[in-house]
Structures are given as C-alpha cells and as structure tokens.
C-alpha cells in the first residue's frame, strides 16, 4: 500500500443497476463466519469494523455453515440492533443440504417452489432477527424451476415487505434474462477470478452489462488458490500480479479486486474472510485502477496466451 | 402399476403453447412402425386403441420406414376414415435420403426450399389420406435454411388449408427464436431422456419454457437403451429409475415419462413402440408425480455427479 | 473457367444491410499488401483493375503490415485521388500491437476506450489519404469494452463526417448484439471456410441471418491451406471441391467463394491476393450456384460426417 493516504479508507456505494439496489462497492461474505470461530462480541466487532470501512453489505446463504452462519450473524446484531439500518442484508435459498439441521433431505437437491422460497425466507429473517433482507437471491438454476413461479413468489415476497430487492446466482446469462423478463432482478453473483475467467466470454459478463446490471462476484481471490496453487496457471498468474501489485506500489490482494472491478459489468466483489485487514485490502483496491497494459498482463497469465 | 385405479386409463390432453395446438399429452410415435410387420387391419385396430387410450396425436415424417411409414398409416385410417377427426396428424420435412425411393437423390441432405417443403407436404396428405396436417416440422437446421422462405411457406400452407400449425425439430434455442419471430411456432421436437440431458443445460427447455412453448420429446426412453445399456451411465440410471419405481409402484417406463413431462417446460413425449401395454405405460405416467428427491436420485444418476 | 462468357466478368454491389452500406459483393483484403512488394505505381494498377472489374470496397485495419498497409495505400491512391469516390475504404481498430511502429506498447492488448477509437480513425484517414472511411471494424472484442462507449464515440465520428458505417470482428452473435442495440451496425467480419466452419453452427450466421446483416468473410481460402493442407481434413475437402468444380467446370476457388456466397446470410467474402488473376475468380462465383447435393457435399467434407 502507498505509504501516504490522503484519506482515511472509505469504500464506496454502488447501484447494482439504475433505479436498483445501492451496496457498498466491497461486500463481506459471511460464507465462512462458522470456521472463524469468534465470539458473538467479537463477531459484532468485525460487522462494526466493516461499516467503519463503509463496507455496509453482508452476503449469506440460509445453507452457510451448516444452516448456521445466519444465526451467528444475528445473535451479532440483537447486541446492537441500531446497526441494521446502517447495512444492506443479502441471502439466498433453492438448495437443500444432507445435513443434521435438516433431517428431512435424503439428497442434496434444488427447490425453487413457492413454499420452499417462502419458508426460507421466513427462516432467513427469523435466523438473522429481521424484518426484511434487502437482497434475495436464487441460489443456483434449478432445472425444475418454473420462471413464472419464481417470479410470482417474489412479487409476493416484496409486496409483504419481507424482501426488498432480488437477483440469482451461478444463473447463465440466457436463465437470467427469462426470469429478469418476469420481475427486475438485481444482480447475478457469480464465480470469478483470474483462475477463473469464464464469465468474461460465456456472455455472462456481457449480458449484465448490455442489461446495466452489476455482477456480484465470489471467490475473487480463488478461495485464496491465487496464494497457494502451484501448477502452472497458478504460478503464472501469481507472477504477473505480484508484477502489478510492484508497479502500483499496491497488496497483492488489492491488484486483483481492483482488476475484477474494472470490467464494464462494474462487479461488486465478495470478500471471505474475517480479518479485517484482508477487507481493508479489499477497499483499497477502489482507490486505484490498473493501466490497459497491466490489465491484460494479468488476464494473458489467466489464459496463457496472448490476446489474438 | 398399482393395483386399484380409480378410473380407466385416459391420457389428457395438453396445449403445445396458448392459443395453439392440442395434442395428447402422449403422442404416438410411427417411426418404426414398418418394422413392425403388421397386417393393415393390425394397423388400424393399433390406431382405434391408441384413440380409446385418449392418445390421439400420431408423430410421423416423410423418411420414416425408407418413406413408407406415412402409406402405411394411411393405408389403415382408409378403412374407417371417421377416425381422422379424433386425431392429430405431425408430420416433417426437410431430409433427403440416399434411398430407393428417392433415386434422384445423390448423398444424404437437408432442403428447407420452398419447392421441396410444399412438395413433401403435398406427398404426406396423399400418403396418409388426408387434407390437411395437424402440424408440420422442419425435421433438421438446415445451413442454407433462410428463415423469411420457410415462414412464407409455412403462412403458404396454412392459408391453403394445408397445415394447421407449426414447428421444428433438433433445433437450437436460438435457431428456433428465429424462426419463430417470424411465424409462431408450437413446438420444438428434441431428443430427451435420462441418458440424453442436454437440452436441459444448453438453453433448449429454458428457451420453450420462456416463450411457453411445450417441447416435443424423441426418444424419451433412449430408443430403449435404459433398459438395456449395461456401461457406468447405464447402470446407474437403470437403478436409479427402478428405486423410484418400486417406492412409487408403477412401471419403470412410466416413471421415466412422469420424470420428463414434471418438467416446467411441459414437454410432450412420444412412445416408439406398437405394443399397446407400452403405449399403455407412458399414458399410465400422466397420473403421478415424483417427489423432489425422487426427480433428482435419477438426475444424479444421469449426470454422475450430485447438483453443486 | 467455362470458355464462354456472354458479358466482360464484373461483380455486382450489396447491401450489408437494410438501408446500410453498398460493398461489392466481393471485397478485396489489403491485409498482405506489403508482402506483395508492389511499388506505388503498381499499388495503383492494382486498385484499378480491381475497380474494372467491380472490386469496389478495399479492407484495412490499422496494424496491417506493421501498421503500414494504409499508407501504402494512400500513397498509390494519392496518385490518382479521383478514384476515391469510387471505392469504399473499410478500417479497423482496437488492437495494439507490440511493434517497433508503436514503442509505446509493452504488450500486445486491445483498447476499444473513445481516446483510441477516435486516434485510430484519425491516423487511418491520414495514412489512407481521405476524410472520411465508409465502414469501421471493431476488431476483436475486447473484455474492457464498454458498449455505451463505444456507440457513443461511432455516433460522434459520424457526426463529424469521418465514419459513415460501423462494425465490427471476430464477435460472437451476443456481443454484436449487444452493440447493434446501441448502435446500427452494419456487418460482422468473421473467419469461415471449409476448413473453418463454426460459425454456422455458432449462431454466427444464424444471428446475423435473422437481423438482415450481410457477414463478412476473411480467410475464404483458409490463408491458403484449402490448397496445401495434406491431413486428413485438407485432403477430403480438396477432393470434394475439386469433384464439383469439374462437375461446374469452374476453377477451384470460385466454387469455394461460391459456396460461401451461398449461405442465407448473404456472407461477402474478402480476397487476400494481389494477383487480378485470383481476384477474378472470386467475382466469377457471383455468376453460378451449386446444386444443394453439391453444397452438402463440401460441407459434408468439412465435417468429415454425413448431415443426421
């Protein structure tokens, strides 16, 4: 990092499309929250710190951690209930886990039926003690899903007060334009990173933005592959980050958040982690874009060749 | 089949999209009807069950039989022609053959001109002894098809009294959108079965779905290899649909018709047998449902690997 | 070539599109032209025999010959600048090449920002010695590319006069799309051949076809390998073209370049030569069809499989 900032770091707010839903330009993925093992207290500290950051989204899942994020999450927030005016809360529902909290499922499989979306929400709420998320999503593209269906339960859902905004995850780009036909979805949170570019040519990327809508991404860092893999890719790409990350004077990390939001589809990166610092380097790569010849320094060691 | 049924079996029948066709919600399939060597009485009391069934929807094309099948058919409906208007005729078009019967024809090929689209449906109505078609298909995407040519012929044939409705087959989503910009078509026949998943994944049903068109389904029993195909897939699959079968109580075929008509697509599939028990069984799927977790033990089967 | 023609060899226009842009239905590619080692008076013979014979649109981009084709151009053109108005001149942009022409460049990237759009065209007019290019190519699509601006900067070089048509290269039918959204874009300039097929079956041709677009053809010939490729691919496909032009009694390449116009989308394919000679064959293929038992033929070569 620069040694001199001018300001304290603050990360922005973001439309996720015009007339849409604002989140902070860097959102906190809960994901994880269970395998950072923190006390409720320190657990209310980290989602203060991150609002002190500006970075006031939080993403989850009702099937985070077992069933169980939300609820470690929300214990959180009941020790100060005034916080959840200051943030925006993201879930998801549509996959049923072969889990002990759910002794029911025999096999892990999607629903995206009415009562499903419906009880999941109720859950969601209930579990993180709110009235309203701000985001719903689907969680992945259940072939059994009925556009019409899914659209209607979430007319429902927002006529109740009970969800604000909508969007899907993992959808192609041709499932999210049928369902965005029936109601304005929000967003499309996908999986991307420089050892993983397919959104960037399977029009994933290209539709949202034709739609002006933002992509969220996860695992923008490969699930922390892009420190450790040592196969070829990984060690080529690593090499032309840490190369950026030295002419920018700017954290590894920070090079490859700024490179992903960059994209003309203007995607909010997830974070997945629970130290605050790492969220900072996150921030900070909103305070600096690469030049074209270091961006695609970096997506030539994501695909091993040169641009034709 | 479970022992007491309520009512005799009658297949209901189902609107390829609003305002459209109906067919059976089975539909008959002549393909291989010449191979299976039936007297012409035979034929005819083949279709007079199929009727009493409610199965009321013949699926045929010029080539069938090396360009038989259509006079075979026809041959039988002559001797009780009042039978012609408690059905359905689809015929196709498009494929030329190699073949005796044709021997103008000097290597295997598509036409999509309008010469050759009016000829063979002309062929077809003297064929089958009829005056019109129910519905017609384009039986393959023809390179050289041009979109404006095939919607004049078909807006041709129809203004003619000629054919009814339309469609197309083995197309692509978007090679059927095209078309159907043009002139409204009310179905796509695809192949589909447990051992053929692709058009659930490749736009095909969510592309019908969109537009409310219901697909019609080729080989829904994997021109028979479910029963028979003995590698990895083909086991797992077997096994799979037999576990259904016996915590449903009904027929192992008629539990892979209930898997492929559960879903939102509401494809129409079609039976490739001369047995009426067999006819009996797809018809026999019309009656229940799978449980969610029954839907995706066989889908797991299908592909190998559990939904993400 | 048949040894009676009834009328001197000249090829006619076409429209790339609806109320767009008049190319002749053969286009001559000055991608080569430095390797053809012309001088500047032979340059200018060359453009006009092209022109005698109906070759009215010429093909540049910036980068051709080490960014140096459109000066060699202009310089011949400059000899006789009355010729201008006869011709159309087309021009692309968008890549960056490391080149001693460009030391500024550090690594080979695409930049489709209105600063460089607008500084290609700039530079284009004043190596090709004109103030205005009929029709400007984006030439490959660029992840950064944000379609707004894009149409934004095309509408201002029309506006001042120094673009009339735009287009672009190399894009998928999505990403044209997505551009044609925002502003009419007149063709898309793709590789297709015998020996390169995709984009008939990758919506290409199909997508273009259903908006009324002509495509563009570069590499017909397949940069001469449908001449000189010896696997197995090569030898099937020369076979095949070499049995209809006998059964045509026209040369080789006018059955490949006729085959190609042949498509419904109408594809106008570009030249790679400098000999007047192999231009001519080109134009020749405006003059005769193949039969469909022809054209399944070379494709069936092409795919090395019969169609299904």
């Not at 009415?114 to 701000?134: M, P, Y």
């Not at 570019?197 to 992509?215: K, R, S, W, Y």
């Not at 921030?283 to 010849?293: H, I, K, Y």
């Amino acid at each position: 990092m620069s040694s001199a900032q001018p300001h304290p770091l603050s990360c922005p707010a973001s439309l996720t499309r015009r007339d849409g839903l604002t989140l902070s330009r860097i959102v906190a993925g809960m994901w994880r929250m269970q395998e950072w093992q923190l006390t409720a207290q320190q657990r209310l500290r980290l989602i203060e710190q991150c609002l002190e950051l500006g970075v006031s989204s939080f993403d989850h899942a009702d099937i985070y951690g077992d069933y169980g994020v939300e609820a470690l999450f929300g214990e959180a927030l009941a020790m100060q209930p005034g916080l959840r005016q200051r943030m925006q809360l993201v879930s998801k529902c549509g996959i049923k886990l072969v889990n002990a909290a759910r002794p029911a499922h025999t096999i892990q499989h999607y629903d995206t039926s009415a009562s499903h979306i419906s009880a999941s929400v109720e859950q969601s709420l209930r579990n993180l003690g709110t009235d309203h998320l701000d985001l719903l999503l689907i969680h992945r593209p259940d072939p059994l899903m009925d556009f019409d269906v899914i659209a209607d339960t979430f007319h429902a859902l927002r006529q109740a007060g009970k969800v604000r905004h909508f969007g899907v995850s993992n959808f192609s780009r041709h499932q999210f334009e049928c369902l965005n036909r029936r109601i304005t979805l929000s967003t499309n949170q996908v999986e991307f990173s420089p050892l993983h570019v397919d959104p960037m040519f399977d029009q994933t990327f290209d539709g949202l933005q034709d739609l002006g809508v933002a992509p969220m991404i996860w695992s923008p860092l490969a699930g922390g592959r892009l420190f450790s893999n040592n196969d070829a890719a990984g060690q080529r790409v690593r090499a032309a980050i840490e190369q950026v990350a030295a002419e920018l004077q700017q954290p590894f990390a920070s090079v490859v958040f700024a490179w992903i939001m960059q994209l003309p589809s203007r995607p909010i990166p997830l974070t997945g982690t629970g130290r605050i610092s790492a969220i900072a380097e996150a921030v900070q790569a909103t305070r600096f874009s690469l030049s074209r010849s270091q961006w695609f320094t970096i997506l030539r060691a994501a695909r091993g060749h040169e641009v034709a």
